[in-house]
């Protein structure tokens, strides 16, 4: 196995799988199992230990029409619901698939010891949620991300899965033809570098929260698998959608952007400003604080905007009417979060809230059945692919989405690997050429030109708060897209210290080649989509426009490296789904 | 502030006037590995409400590069930050600084297992004990029919956000170093609710006795005091299984209705309905 290198060259190990999965948050354990079950060989790369992964923050629930507490609810208006919300670019057989199969993927962890909350008939209980018409999240308490890592990873490790923690792929590898046979790695704690040679890859590694300053996003959400995917010629969809959660925590500055659960809006929280308001009437009289993400996001800016903000610069949220016990039987984490880190009892006095970036629509795009990718041999789900969600996310679709297309991915990676009978070798000066790019940071000589990959990475953040947040316009994008380019043209200066055991500064120095693409691939989009949409929100074209609401905006690396952007039409919906929305349009639930 | 004038206290001198001069805070961090490590001492701008991971994070940004720590979500929700503050396991993401006003800050990576470097440990050893445990299992088919009664017990257990710091205090591991014979208390808690799991109908316990060693547990109760979300470990989840190891080993008449009903237990309400007769 080990390959010994001579002079010149670095030491790499050598690990074969039939499919390599690339991310161990849900949607990359969720494909393990399902090729693992078929017996092929499998291996799952993660950066984090298993079970950290930001599945594992997901509090609120999963979205599943099994209708255990409306019975009327049915993957029709589930299907309605997520196309609504989406603004109707979503990819409408994902979302189709979505729906049909959501409940199964909600059986399936039950299956497999998952706890959800009981219904009074012994059945998994649903809480309401944004935009949902029906209660239908599926969840524990507040923790429901908790308990789907948890059940996939204890599951993951009952199977001959193969599973890597703490290793870091830096690049995808492709045979003469262009296939994708395999990554190259090195482990987090030392530095060895591992070449995978694999039949098929499933790219799993969830979003890109971390371009901005303020997310709910940990340091795992840099966009390494977009962009690994992107820069072997993958085409990506709708880049510049990216969601704004409406409630993120304000105070103190050490935890701004922490996620407060839609869980709350969904256990009857009220949002108020500082005149004691409650203003959601003024945005959505309707669906008030379970309106879709988009909306009630504006409206809590513009409430700030206006003058009426709580002392901290956010409004305010108050779920004082449930009570200390209800509170702690419906929401235990927030109680303590914000006790402990806020100094507030939210049993006793409101939260102060504002938008944080949170979760990203955009991204690889894939072909609905079984998550292939434009490149062969590459499959993808979860955050990090795109489409399902449109120009928005509903709460609770994203722990489903996981579940449903990261099975669906595994079960393509595996009818690949089985029809198809190609090597994996690639020439060794592909391995060298990536292994010197990787140490380059931290092997190069030091020059005045140097950069620290943190105050990088730090500025880029702010570049991305100033010119692409919740409230865009051209001017201020093209700005942006000029400060981003600029600091692109400084990523080969990064320069860290220490050596190969267990260093950040040189894990850092890797992503922000991805953290500075995904940005530029968000603001070119956003320039081109002149309208508000979703979590697009153009000032200067400040209304939905028809046009845009039939095409996607496709991304693909160019032949020169640069971006091209293609206006994508929609195919036309086939009738027994257009039906559905037209039933819908009329004011009719299904 | 320090004579050796690092950024924070720079940046202290350099603060507007009507704010006065900044506060800093002095922390002394483990920095090297198992062979060769020793405590250094930072010293960094204080923010409102700052953690001691936000110090630490701090530190690395502007000080040292390569200083490691781990963390994710920043909220007390995935147990990746947990170190040792002032000789006690701690996740680094819920220690406010300013607990440890007018004490000295030293932090510490956990002590139980290998040092890999700083604030890291090699925790990998328990997830090939996890791997070792009998998952799940469960003849009927979901959707299953549990009432809320049923399963409240097992929501405590199922909280556990796999921090390690339960198994860093544990004598068992730590002083007697174990852990060939000793699955810890994060394994008993995850055991526990797997055997009173109303639908499982996996046998553990000779596991339980033989392989993760319940019986080395001599009931200190050490693990419950750290466990930040409250699981109370010992009365809970070790004292249970204990009691099932010795009903199972002492008891055949138990072992014996086990055999039969096939699954461990029953629901409340059929146990109900068996002790009305139908
Ligand atoms: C605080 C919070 C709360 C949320 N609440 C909800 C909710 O209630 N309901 C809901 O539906 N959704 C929720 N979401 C969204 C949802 O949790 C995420 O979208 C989802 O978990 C993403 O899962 P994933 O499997 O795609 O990726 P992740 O869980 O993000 O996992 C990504 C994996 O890829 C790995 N990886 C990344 N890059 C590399 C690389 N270069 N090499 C190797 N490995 C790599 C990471 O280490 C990780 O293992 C929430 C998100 C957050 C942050
Ligand atoms: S109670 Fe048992 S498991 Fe817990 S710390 Fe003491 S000896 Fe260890
Ligand atoms: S039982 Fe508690 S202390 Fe032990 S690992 Fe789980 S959360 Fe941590
Ligand atoms: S960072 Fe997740 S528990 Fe501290």
């Known amino acids: ?118 219904t009074p008939e012994g059945k998994i209980s649903q809480r309401p949620f944004g935009a949902h018409t029906y209660r239908r999240l599926a969840h524990v308490g507040d923790r429901t991300g908790l308990e789907l890592i948890r059940t996939m990873q204890e599951k993951v490790l009952a199977t001959d899965t193969k599973v890597y923690m703490e290793t870091t792929v830096t690049k995808l590898l492709q045979d003469a033809s262009g296939r994708v046979v395999g990554a190259l790695a090195y482990t987090r704690e030392n530095g060895k570098f591992i070449h995978y040679k694999a039949k098929a890859v499933v790219m799993a590694t969830g979003g890109w929260g971390r371009i901005f300053k303020v997310t709910s996003n940990s340091w795992e959400g840099t966009g390494d698998g977009a962009i690994l995917a992107y820069d072997i010629g993958a085409e990506m969809v709708d880049m510049e959608m990216v969601q704004f959660h409406p409630t993120g925590m304000v105070w103190p500055p050490g935890v701004r952007g922490l996620l407060v659960t839609e869980g709350v809006r969904g256990e009857g929280g009220v949002l108020k400003n500082s005149e004691g308001k409650r203003y959601m009437g003024d945005y959505d009289p309707e669906r008030m604080e379970l309106s879709s993400r988009d909306v009630v996001a504006r409206a809590n800016f513009s409430e700030v905007q206006a003058g009426r903000g709580s002392e901290h610069g956010g409004v305010y949220l108050d779920i004082t009417h449930l009570g200390y016990e209800g509170i702690m039987q419906k929401l235990p984490t927030m109680h303590e979060q914000f006790l402990k880190l806020a100094d507030v009892d939210i049993a006793k006095e409101p939260m102060e809230v504002f938008p944080t970036i949170h979760y990203t629509m955009g991204g690889i795009k894939v072909e609905p059945e079984h998550c292939a990718t434009t490149v062969p041999g590459l499959f993808a789900a979860g955050e990090c692919s795109g489409g399902l969600h449109g120009a928005n996310r509903l709460g609770g679709n994203s722990l489903s989405d996981l579940l449903v297309f990261g099975r669906r991915a595994g079960i393509g990676a595996v009818e690949y690997v089985e029809q198809n009978t190609h090597g994996t070798d690639i020439p060794e000066a592909d391995v060298q050429t990536e292994i010197r790019r990787v140490l380059d940071p931290m092997e190069r000589t030091k020059s005045d030109k140097d950069e620290s990959p943190y105050l990088l990475q730090s500025e880029l953040q702010d570049v991305m708060m100033e010119h692409a947040n919740l409230v865009r316009d051209e001017d201020a994008l093209k700005e942006g897209l000029g400060k981003i380019l600029a600091i692109k043209d400084r990523v080969p200066n990064v320069k860290v210290g220490g050596n190969r055991l267990f260093n950040p500064g040189w894990h850092t120095a890797q992503d922000i080649k991805y953290l500075v693409q995904v940005s530029e691939l968000i603001v070119r989009c956003a320039i081109e989509r002149k309208e508000k949409r979703g979590s697009q929100w153009r000032l200067d074209h400040d209304e939905l426009v028809d046009e845009y609401g039939s095409i996607n905006f496709i991304t693909k690396k160019g032949p020169q490296g640069e971006v091209e952007i293609e206006r994508r039409e929609i195919p036309p919906m086939p009738g027994h789904l257009s039906e559905l929305l037209d039933e819908s349009a009329k004011g009719a639930k299904v | 502030m320090t004579e050796n004038g690092n950024s924070a206290a720079r940046a202290g001198a350099a603060a507007v006037a009507d704010d006065g001069p900044k506060k800093t805070v002095k922390l002394n961090i483990f920095r090297g590995t198992e062979e060769d490590g020793k405590e250094v001492e930072y010293e960094v701008e204080l923010a409102e409400g700052m953690v001691v991971l936000d110090a630490v994070l701090k530190i690395q940004a502007e000080q040292e590069d390569d200083l490691a720590v781990r963390w994710n979500c920043k909220a007390a929700h995935c147990g990746s930050c947990s170190a040792e503050i002032n000789g006690k396991p701690k996740l680094l993401c819920k220690s406010r600084v300013e607990e440890y006003e007018g004490q000295e800050i030293h932090v510490q990576p956990l002590h139980a297992f290998p040092i890999i470097k700083d604030l890291v440990s090699d925790v990998s050893w328990n997830y090939e004990v996890s791997k070792g445990i009998k998952p799940f299992t469960s003849d009927e088919q979901a959707p299953f029919t549990m009432y809320e009664e049923d399963v409240e017990r097992l929501y405590e257990p199922k909280k556990c956000i796999e921090c390690f710091m339960c198994q860093d205090v544990c004598h068992v591991l730590r002083t007697h170093n174990k852990h060939e014979e000793f699955a810890g208390p994060r394994f008993f808690v995850r055991n526990q609710w797997l055997e009173m799991h109303p639908m499982d109908n996996q046998d553990r316990l000779e596991d339980v006795k033989e392989k993760d060693g319940v019986g080395l547990c001599n009931i200190t109760k050490c693990c419950t005091e750290v466990c930040p979300v409250g699981i109370k470990i010992t009365d809970n989840s070790i004292i249970p299984l204990k009691e099932r190891v010795a009903d199972e080993y002492y008891d055949p008449a138990k072992w014996l209705m086990r055999k039969i009903r096939g699954r461990k237990s029953m629901t409340n309400r059929e146990a109900e309905a068996a002790k009305n007769g139908n």
């Open chain 1, 1 to 118: 196995m080990e390959t010994n290198g001579s002079r010149n060259r670095e030491n790499f190990e050598v690990r074969e799988h039939d499919v390599l999965i690339i991310g161990a948050g849900g949607a990359g354990m969720r494909a393990a199992v399902e090729a693992a079950g078929k017996g092929l060989s499998v291996g799952i790369v993660t950066k984090s230990l298993l079970g950290k992964a930001h599945t594992v923050m997901a509090e609120g629930g999963m979205a599943a029409a099994i209708g255990n507490v409306d019975p009327e609810d049915s993957w029709r208006q589930h299907f309605i619901d997520t196309m609504k919300g989406g603004k109707f670019i979503n990819n409408w057989r994902m979302a189709e698939i979505h729906a049909k199969e959501s409940p199964d993927r909600a059986y399936e962890l039950e299956q497999w010891g998952a706890l959800f909350n009981r």
